[in-house]
Each structure stands twice: as structure tokens, then as C-alpha cells.
């Protein structure tokens, strides 16, 4: 089994940028596919970015893309989400999951068994 804990949430005006971290404990973190999702009030969880085990492949959502950067540095147990020009429409609570699966990459919730609390992202207009 593996803990996640996210950081680095929190107010930031339209344009700006902010990083989120995903530290993992319990167990070794190269061996899990990760994944960054995120929920607005009223609204369902989504898919926001994943990145692969094997190969480090890296996913994205269609209304992030080209904005947001995932990556994973593995010696640390730690994940990232780099956020840049941030929107209104991006404010949300963010979680980052886990997934011990070396051959796939999942892009849905329910298909990550391990989760973090959360983080809190505010963009202001």
C-alpha cells in the first residue's frame, strides 16, 4: 500500500502558475502509474493529467493540455503538477492517485485504488 500527501495548492490570480506535489510513502513509488484529478464544487471528479510506470508517458486533459506539465521524480517519492496560465475555470479541489500497474495507464477514478486529501487551488479573475 502506498500514502499520498499533496502540497503546494492555493490562491493565485488568472495567468499565474503554481506547482502541486504528490509525496508517496509505504511502498516504492516507480512502481506506481500516477495520476492528477481534481473536483469543483457541484461537479464530479476529472481526469486532469497521468504519467506511466514503464516508459514515463505522459496523459493529459484536452482543457489542460499545452498548460499543465506532469512529471515524477522517483529518487524523491515524489510527483508533480506543474500549472501555468491558469484560468477561473481551474479552480478546484486537486488529487493526485496512484496505481500499481506497470503495463497501463488509467484515466478515471475509479480506477485508482490509492488516493491523497487533496489541495485546494483557487485561481481569481
Known amino acids: 500500500q502506498v500514502q499520498l500527501v499533496e502540497s503546494g495548492g492555493g490562491l493565485v490570480q488568472a495567468g499565474g502558475s503554481l506547482r502541486l506535489s504528490c509525496t508517496a510513502s509505504?511502498?516504492?513509488?516507480?512502481?506506481?502509474?500516477m495520476g492528477w484529478f481534481r473536483q469543483a464544487p457541484g461537479k464530479e471528479r476529472e481526469f486532469v493529467a497521468a504519467?506511466?510506470?514503464?516508459?514515463?508517458?505522459?496523459y493529459y486533459a484536452d482543457s489542460v493540455k499545452g498548460r499543465f506539465t506532469i512529471s515524477r521524480d522517483n529518487a524523491k517519492n515524489t510527483g508533480y503538477l506543474q500549472m501555468n496560465s491558469l484560468k477561473p475555470e481551474d479552480t478546484a479541489v486537486y488529487y493526485c492517485?496512484?496505481?500499481?500497474?506497470?503495463?497501463?495507464?488509467?484515466?478515471?477514478?475509479?480506477?485508482?485504488?490509492?488516493w491523497g486529501q487533496g489541495t485546494q487551488v483557487t485561481v481569481s479573475s
Open positions: 504519467i506511466s510506470v514503464s516508459d514515463g508517458r505522459t
Open positions: 492517485a496512484a496505481d500499481r500497474n506497470y503495463y497501463y495507464t488509467a484515466l478515471t477514478p475509479g480506477e485508482y485504488p490509492y
Open positions: 509505504g511502498r516504492t513509488f516507480s512502481s506506481y502509474a
